[in-house]
Structure formats: structure tokens, C-alpha cells
């Protein structure tokens, strides 16, 4: 039982780093109809970016957590301007996916030339503290790391609820000319959700460092990950999004546990396959 | 009488051009001996190969799959463990290999085919990872570290030699046959077929095309092919791992399409021919002190083709004056009227012969 | 009324979750002529249109193909039963020249060509009927509206069709190019296609049509000849917007 019980907090902590990749994914491909393939890299981006501000000048993680979203912030955003937002123009699907993949291997090669394959971690005085929940132990920086989540997600929710810009992003995802026509500055808004998308990776990659290893490709499983929830979130939903990563977070550890480990990434991709067909089926039905 | 000279004339120059390039890499073997470079060519053949096999979902069809490396493996596998256990002839089992993956691209793959856009990529993703899961986790196919073919005597029966240089033949005549294939498709039925489904399928659907019938046909003939170079590869490493199975490799596969141009059929072999050697050389000098540089390269040409020359490099020499002066001064091609004329005259001769 | 139609629409609904988009529609196409559909935007035409094509199966009610009951009949199988559509939206082939554009639709159909020859022959036929001849070697995104407009029909004809369904093939042409489509139009009728066609100009529908079905709210109001239909208070009421409908809106 408490071996049932410790697999679902884990579950719900892991899931936890999903649910926000998926919000960022979730953003990027409601506004621009574009999957960005290199998601997953951005978080090592800012796995590496934590731990150079943390080896190199001593801030602690968490508190390198608002700078790394920041400096996350303005590369999504000058990305979009340089690469992604002239090739929208050519409305090739092909090379808009072409695009981000390229983007992927030159930031997962380029941490390979900087920083070579060998794993680095970061390891404060708190990280191996451990909290006990009734029979539960967690590890502190996994609560710190939830709580954070929560607190992102009800801010990204009300934002893009309430005020005018989250507004005018949602507008633009509905339909971009029309949007356009009532003045609203599309190519404004298109920095900006990529830079929110590659920022919430960012926060993501920074919260992951006190207890994953950081190395080129960190990132891969997460970036695939990320995907899976915003399809099984729906698109354009935050809270769905933050719901689909916990469960596949639970998915994955309750695999683990009653099947076996080394089948659980199977299990998760065969479930999204089987998600994926299920869904468009519904959609032709109710046409 | 004008129009047949101009045709036969301009036909009998590009013959001259394709033999020429051919006969250079025939000759080529007999004048480079380092194994090195031979093995660069080997490179450039099979992962053209591979990447024709993409292009005719990708480029042709619209339908971007990133999963062709695992099609690719399971030919590999199939070969390896067929062989090695049951000791058949590798030629034989080429061909078992080859129904091997399109059975598994049209069979269980077909309900995915619904599927589109960015969803369908994802699929093929996902369903390349969770073979590889499947493999690496199978006592069967010799878990993570893979099934090897048995070495032995030359010996063409057994597609095994010590030299790398009968290799560089097979491989060579496999690129060109596929080519030859790919570009057989690319003007009948079933490359009009693919190329309307590209441009709209709705649009398919009304002139009578079953979209998904012929998305279908196009994933087995992509995994067709890739099974092959499966075999292929098998027998020229003498043996395959899961590694070879990454979403990684299956990007490899795609860039020298997009990098050549993806909507023509050449496009493959023009982006092969520059991105694999320039990558090998990189990596054969700079790997040590820079890991991953050839990467860097790769990933740098696709950024800059992209965002500037959306159609590859093919797509802008067709749109050149360099082409343009290719056409007029080398090859003497006569304008579109004449060869329309030429076709026709062609066509009209041969049902009046009837 | 002797001869039997060739289209036959039967108690034709549509749902989509709730809203009725078009609401018991019956009506008939007679051979040879040209059968028009008005309304306004809105009206439930191009949903009709979609379900009589294939596109959205019917909630209800039955399309029958010269008696044959073709309710079910998926979008792709058209062409075989001799019956060919063009889009309201354009859905040229973008990065294919206008004469590929014609060949692909050669391929396939009830008369589907053989040969790349036999399609090509037939693609630079119907690229003089429909007067696209000259362009043929042009990228089809590189044309204008009126000349993809002319595509759109070219490669609905290039299956060679004796049923046509034009979906708004005039909207957006100045009233030269109308006057163009018009007589290309007359045309293809001539040749022995029979035609329905949906369209909002009205110039077009009294000069070409032999009878007009008009849709409002999902419903058909009125049938008849231009003449009828345009005296027909009920629809000069839903065309000129007048007290009583406006009520009807407020509610």
C-alpha cells in the first residue's frame, strides 16, 4: 500500500514537470498552429543555464528561477523574430516542422561543443532533504518544484483569462486575421507566446537540475512528453494541460510499478497512439 | 521534323550528362582506394536511399513522418536474425524483409492514417519509439545490444566481402534504381495521386482519389524501401542495435530532402551529395576537440535553407539564371511548346499504328 | 414531367449539435439543364451542397443518383458515377502548373486516362474549352481569382462529368469576368452536362437557370422559374429585409 501510495505522489510530482512543458507546447501550437519540435531542448537550455549562473556566479536555483525565465523569454523571442515568424509566411507545414527540429539539433549539439556529454548535476545544502508526507518521503525540491507549478499555472490561467494581452493571444489563436483587423499586432503577439512557451520550458529545465542530471539531450522525453499533453489536454486549455501532465505522469509511474520500468516509456507512446485515433475518430463522427 | 531534331538532340545531351556522372562514379573505386572516402560514398548512397523513401511521403505526399529509421531497423533486424538463426540466404530474406516492414507500414500503421498534419507526425514518431522500446526490452532481438551477422569468406551469395568496394557498387545501384522508381511514380497515376493529396485533400477526394488508399500506398512503398536499406546496411556494418532505430537518425534521413528540396524527386540525391560528405569531413576532423560539430553544420544549412531558400537548393536553381543558361547553352533545351509537341506527335503516331 | 430526374433530394436535414443548419430539403435536378440555389449567406447552400457531394453524410433524408439511392456514397466515389464538384474556397493544386493541375484530374473518374499521354491530350483539351490553354505552363498560385476559378472548373471537367456542381463559381469576378463564367457556363451545359450550381449574383442565375430552389434558415421557401421565384413575396421579404422578418429576427 505504501509502495502504491509513494508511486502515486511520484506520479503526480513528475507529471507535474509535464503538465508545465505541456502549457508551453500548449500555447505555441494553439497561436501558431506550429508544433515546436525543440521544446524539449529548450528546457535543457535552461537546465544548463541554471547550473552555469549556480557553478559560475552562486545563485541558488530557485532564486536563478526568474532570471532563467526571463533570459528563456527574450531567446523564444528572438528566435520567432528571426526564424519562425518569416517562415509562417510560406505556410509550408513541412518547413515549419523542419525549422524547429533544426533548431532542436543545433541547441542539443551546440550544448555538446560547450559543455561535452558527461552528466553535471547541482547539488545544494536542501536537495537531499526529504519530507515525510504520513508514509510518503518526498524529496523537498520535488514539493518546491509542485508548488511552483501550481503558482505558474493559475498565473498563466489568469493571464491569459483576464488581461488584455492574454486576451488578444487567445484572439489570435482563435483566427489570426481577424485578429489582424481588429488592430491587434500579430507578429507582437507571435513573440510573445513563443517566448512564453520557451520561458515556461525554462522555469521547467531550472526546477529539474536539483535532481536530474543535466546533459545535451535532458530534454528529449520531456519535449515528446509535452506533446502527449497538449493532445490529450486539448488545445488551448491550461487547466487541461495541467491535468493531462499529471495523469501521464501517474500512467507512467503506475506502469512502472505493476508492469515494469523498462516498459513504461512503450506504454505511454502506445497510449497516446491509441488517444491520437480514438480522438479523430469522435471528430469524424460528430461530422 | 524541327521539333523531333530539337527533342532527339536535347535528349541525346542530357544522356550525355547523366552517363558522365554515372561513369564518374563508377571509375571512382578504381582511382580512390582509401577505404575512408569509399565509405563516405557508401554513406551518401544509402542515406540518399533513405531519404527518397522519405521524400515520397514527405516531399510527395505531404505527410511528414519522422520515424522511418525504426522501418529501416526492423529490415535490419529481420535480416540479422533471420539469418543467423534460421540460416537462410540474406538475398532471400531481403525480400522477406521488404514485406516484412510494408506489412507492418500498412497493416498496423493503417489505422493512423487518418490522421493529419502535425498528429500524423507525432504518430510516427511515437510509433518508431515504442518499437525501439519494444526491441530493447526483447530477449529476442538481443536487447540493447543488438544482433550481429556472421563473418566469413567473401562470398556474393552471402552479400559479404571484406572490401568496402562491392558495397560502393550495391549501394550505388541501389540509389539509382530507387531513383529510377521514384521518378517512374512521380509521373504516373499514383504521383499525381500523392501530389494532389499534398495540395488539398478535399480537393483529391472531389476529382476521385481515396486519400487514404493512396496514403497507404505511399507509406509501403517508403517502408518498402527502407526495409531494403535496412538489409542493406546490415550487411555492409554486419550488424544492427537499437541505436539505429533513434528519432535522431530518422531526422538524419530527412534533412538531405529538405536541404535538396523536397518537392522534386532529385531533391534527396542534390541535398545527399553536398550535406554527407561536408558532414563526415567535419566530423573526421573537428569531432574530437568539438563534439557534435557536423550536427551544428547540419542543423545551420537547414536553418539558412529555410528561412531563405524555402524550396531547398533545387528549388532555387530551377528558379536561376544559372539553370536557365545550363538549359539554353549545354543541354539545348527546346522550350515546353516543343516537347508538348514532341509527346504528342509521339502518342499520335502510336495510336495511329494501331 | 415525364423523364426522371437525375438528382433527387429527399427530405434532407443536417445537425451539427443541435443547430439545424439545413432542415428538411427536398428537391430535383432534371436532366440537361441547369438548376440553380440561392439564399443568403448563411442559408444552409454549401452544407447542402457538401452532403450532396459526399463531404458530411446527411442527418437525415436520402440523395438519389438517377434512382439510385446514393446517400452514402464517400466523396472519392463521384467521379466514378460520373459526377464532379467544384469549392467555393479554391482548391487549386498551389505548386503544380495549371496543365499538371488538369492531368492529375484525368487520372481518375469513371473514364480515367491509361497513359500520361492519353492524360495529357485530354488536359490540353480542356485547358482550350475552358480558355486556360495559354496559361497551362503557369504555377497555379501564381493566378488570379478569375483564372483559378476558371482552373476549378477545368479540373472538374477533365473528369468528365455529366453532372456538375458549381459552388459560387462567380463570386469575387467583376461583371466582365462574370459575364465570362456565364457563357463558359452556358457552355459546358451545352455539351450535355446537366449543371447545379449555387451562386449570389442574381444577374447570372436569371440568365442561366431554368429553375432556382431558394434556402433560407436551412429550409427551402421557394422553387421555381427565375421569374416566379423573384415575384415570390416570401423571398423579396428574406431578400429585402423587410418589418415582419425583422421581427422574426429579434425574437
Not at chain 1, 508545465?20 to 497561436?31: A, E, P, Y
Not at chain 2, 522519405?54 to 510527395?60: F, Q, R, T
Not at chain 2, 541501389?174 to 497515376?189: L, P
Not at chain 3, 443547430?19 to 439543364?33: E, H, I, P, Q, Y
Request: with cysteine; hydrophobic share 50%; net charge positive.
Amino acid at each position: 500500500m505504501d509502495v502504491l501510495l509513494q508511486a502515486i505522489v511520484n506520479g503526480i510530482l513528475l507529471g507535474g514537470f509535464y503538465a508545465l512543458m505541456g502549457m508551453g507546447q500548449n500555447i505555441i501550437f494553439g497561436v501558431m498552429k506550429i508544433v515546436n519540435f525543440c521544446h524539449g531542448e529548450m528546457l535543457m537550455v535552461g537546465m544548463y543555464l541554471t547550473y552555469m549562473l549556480y557553478t559560475y556566479a552562486g545563485i541558488d536555483p530557485y532564486l536563478a528561477l526568474p532570471l532563467v525565465a526571463i533570459i528563456m523569454f527574450l531567446l523564444g523571442a528572438v528566435i520567432q523574430h528571426t526564424l519562425i515568424t518569416p517562415s509562417l509566411k510560406t505556410k509550408s507545414f513541412t518547413n515549419l516542422l523542419f525549422l524547429t527540429v533544426g533548431l532542436g539539433l543545433l541547441l542539443s549539439n551546440g550544448a555538446l561543443v560547450l559543455f561535452g556529454s558527461d552528466y553535471k548535476s547541482i547539488r545544494t545544502s536542501y536537495s537531499q532533504t526529504n519530507i515525510m508526507l504520513g508514509p510518503v518521503s518526498v524529496a523537498l525540491p520535488k514539493l518546491i518544484s509542485f508548488l511552483v507549478l501550481i503558482v505558474v499555472t493559475i498565473a498563466l490561467f489568469t493571464f491569459l483569462k483576464y488581461s488584455t494581452t492574454g486576451k488578444q493571444i487567445r484572439a489570435v489563436s482563435q483566427n489570426p486575421v481577424g485578429a489582424e483587423v481588429c488592430g491587434i499586432n500579430v507578429r507582437r503577439i507571435y513573440l510573445l507566446t513563443y517566448g512564453l512557451g520557451v520561458a515556461l520550458a525554462g522555469i521547467a529545465g531550472c526546477l529539474l537540475t536539483q535532481f536530474y542530471s543535466i546533459y545535451p539531450t535532458a530534454g528529449a522525453s520531456f519535449g515528446f512528453r509535452a506533446l502527449i499533453v497538449v493532445v490529450v489536454g486539448g488545445l488551448g486549455s491550461i487547466p487541461g494541460a495541467f491535468f493531462a501532465g499529471i495523469l501521464l505522469g501517474l500512467l507512467e509511474q503506475m506502469s512502472a510499478l505493476f508492469i515494469s520500468p523498462s516498459y513504461s516509456d512503450m506504454i505511454v507512446f502506445i497510449t497516446f497512439i491509441v488517444i491520437l485515433v480514438v480522438r479523430q475518430l469522435l471528430i469524424m463522427r460528430r461530422k | 521534323m524541327d521539333v523531333k531534331k530539337a527533342v532527339s538532340g536535347y535528349r541525346r545531351n542530357l544522356t550525355i550528362v547523366v552517363g558522365a556522372l554515372l561513369a564518374v562514379f563508377l571509375v571512382l573505386p578504381l582511382i580512390v582506394k582509401t577505404p575512408y572516402i569509399i565509405n563516405i560514398f557508401i554513406l551518401v548512397f544509402y542515406i540518399s536511399t533513405m531519404s527518397m523513401a522519405w521524400n515520397i511521403l514527405g516531399g510527395m505526399t505531404g505527410q511528414n513522418s519522422l520515424g522511418l529509421a525504426a522501418y529501416m531497423g526492423i529490415g535490419a533486424y529481420t535480416v540479422c536474425l533471420i539469418v543467423t538463426k534460421l540460416n537462410w540466404n540474406p538475398w532471400v530474406v531481403s525480400i522477406l524483409a521488404m514485406l516484412v516492414t510494408g506489412l507492418i507500414a500498412g497493416v498496423i500503421f493503417f489505422p493512423c492514417f487518418i490522421l493529419k498534419g502535425p498528429y500524423f507526425t507525432l504518430v510516427s514518431i511515437a510509433f518508431a519509439e515504442s518499437m525501439r522500446q519494444f526491441i530493447i526490452n526483447s530477449e529476442f532481438f538481443g536487447r540493447a545490444s543488438g544482433v550481429g551477422l556472421p563473418f566469413g569468406e567473401d562470398s556474393f551469395l552471402q552479400f559479404r566481402f571484406a572490401s568496402k568496394v562491392p558495397y560502393y557498387y550495391a549501394g550505388l545501384i541501389m540509389m539509382v534504381a530507387v531513383y529510377a522508381i521514384m521518378k517512374r511514380i512521380d509521373n504516373t497515376k499514383i504521383g499525381f495521386a500523392l501530389k494532389t493529396i499534398r495540395e488539398d485533400e478535399d480537393a483529391a477526394a472531389a476529382i476521385g482519389i481515396n486519400p487514404t488508399k493512396y496514403k497507404v500506398i505511399a507509406v509501403v512503398i517508403s517502408a518498402v524501401i527502407a526495409g531494403f536499406v535496412g538489409f542493406f546496411y546490415a550487411s555492409y556494418i554486419r550488424y544492427v542495435d537499437p541505436d539505429l532505430m533513434v528519432q535522431a537518425k530518422s531526422t538524419e534521413f530527412v534533412l538531405p530532402a529538405v536541404v535538396g528540396g523536397a518537392a522534386y524527386v532529385e531533391g534527396p540525391l542534390v541535398g545527399g551529395l553536398i550535406m554527407i560528405p561536408l558532414s563526415e569531413f567535419l566530423r573526421a576532423n573537428f569531432a574530437r576537440v568539438l563534439p557534435g560539430i557536423n550536427m551544428i553544420m547540419y542543423a545551420v544549412v537547414l536553418l539558412v535553407v529555410i528561412r531563405f531558400r524555402p524550396s531547398g537548393i533545387l528549388g532555387w536553381y530551377m528558379d536561376s539564371n544559372f539553370k536557365k543558361f545550363i538549359d539554353e547553352k549545354i543541354l539545348k533545351k527546346p522550350s515546353l511548346d516543343v516537347l508538348e509537341e514532341y509527346q504528342m506527335m509521339n502518342y499520335e503516331s502510336r495510336k495511329g499504328g494501331k | 414531367m415525364s423523364e426522371k430526374p437525375v438528382i433527387e433530394v429527399v427530405g434532407l436535414t443536417k445537425r451539427f449539435k443541435g443547430l439545424t443548419a439545413v432542415n428538411d430539403v427536398s428537391f430535383s435536378v432534371r436532366k440537361g439543364g441547369i438548376t440553380g440555389m440561392i439564399g443568403p449567406n448563411g442559408a444552409g447552400k454549401s452544407t447542402t451542397f457538401n452532403m450532396i457531394c459526399g463531404y458530411y453524410p446527411p442527418t437525415e433524408g436520402k440523395i438519389y443518383y438517377n434512382g439510385e439511392d446514393i446517400t452514402n456514397k464517400r466523396a472519392y466515389e463521384y467521379t466514378n458515377m460520373k459526377i464532379a464538384r467544384t469549392f467555393q474556397i479554391m482548391k487549386p493544386l498551389k505548386n503544380l502548373t495549371v496543365l499538371d493541375n488538369v492531368i492529375a484530374s484525368c487520372y481518375f473518374g469513371h473514364a480515367a486516362a491509361k497513359s500520361r499521354e492519353e492524360a495529357t491530350e485530354r488536359a490540353i483539351e480542356v485547358l482550350k474549352f475552358t480558355g486556360l490553354y495559354e496559361k497551362r505552363h503557369v504555377l497555379s498560385k501564381e493566378m488570379g481569382t478569375p483564372d483559378q476559378k476558371r482552373l476549378e472548373m477545368a479540373r472538374a471537367l477533365a473528369t468528365k462529368p455529366e453532372v456538375l456542381f458549381l459552388d459560387e463559381n462567380m463570386a469575387g469576378l467583376n461583371p466582365t469576368e462574370t459575364a465570362e463564367a456565364i457563357e463558359l457556363i452556358r457552355k459546358i451545359n451545352e455539351s450535355g452536362v446537366t449543371i447545379l450550381l449555387i451562386e449570389h449574383i442574381m444577374q447570372a442565375v436569371v440568365s442561366l437557370c431554368e429553375k432556382v430552389i431558394v434556402l433560407h434558415h436551412g429550409e427551402k421557401i421557394a422553387e421555381g422559374t427565375p421569374e416566379e421565384v423573384m415575384n415570390d413575396p416570401y423571398v423579396m421579404e428574406v431578400y429585402l429585409g423587410t418589418k415582419s422578418e425583422d421581427k422574426k429576427e429579434g425574437e
